[in-house]
């Protein structure tokens, strides 16, 4: 009975040993999947922690979207439409590179909207 003990508190110490040294779960936020799947494709290889371009991470850093403050949240939030409406972002000299990471005018429209929704959405304190 005491051996048993020893094991299970053993086992126990052992988990929370094994447990302290595993990664951090990478923050998975809640943009909607279909949003989720845009920035991925056209603006996660310079503005997410891999990035290395620390300019980029300076502007905006998605994985550190939770992050941020309310009022910083809306301010980007107008700003990615913008700059995605004016085709700023993703930067024409990348999309020479990899034109596959164009983005197609209903994906930026798909963006925009979500944009303004979720602007809306934090102004209302949701
Ligand atoms: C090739 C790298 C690269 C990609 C891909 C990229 N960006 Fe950027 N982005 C930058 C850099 C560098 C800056 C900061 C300097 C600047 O403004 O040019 C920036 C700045 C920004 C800013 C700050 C506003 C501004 O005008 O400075 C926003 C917002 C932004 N990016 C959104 C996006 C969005 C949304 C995407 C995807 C649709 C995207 N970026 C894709 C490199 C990139």
């Known amino acids: 009975m005491k051996k048993q003990i020893v094991l299970m508190v053993a086992t126990g110490i052992l988990f929370l040993f094994f447990q302290s040294f595993s990664p951090e779960p990478a923050s998975e936020i809640d943009f909607p999947d279909e949003i989720s799947t845009i920035l991925k ?27 941020y403050r309310l009022t910083k949240k809306i301010g980007l939030l107008g700003d990615i439409c913008k700059v995605v409406d004016e085709g ?20 930026k429209k798909v963006l925009c909207d979500w944009t303004r929704q979720e602007s809306e959405k934090l102004m209302q304190g949701n």
């Open 41 to 67: 494709s056209s603006c996660y290889d310079c503005h997410s922690t891999e990035a290395k371009s620390e300019k980029a991470l300076k502007a905006i850093n998605f994985e550190q979207w939770d992050d």
């Open 88 to 107: 700023k972002m993703p930067p024409e000299k990348y999309l020479e590179h990899k034109p596959d990471r164009k983005m197609s005018e209903a994906q």
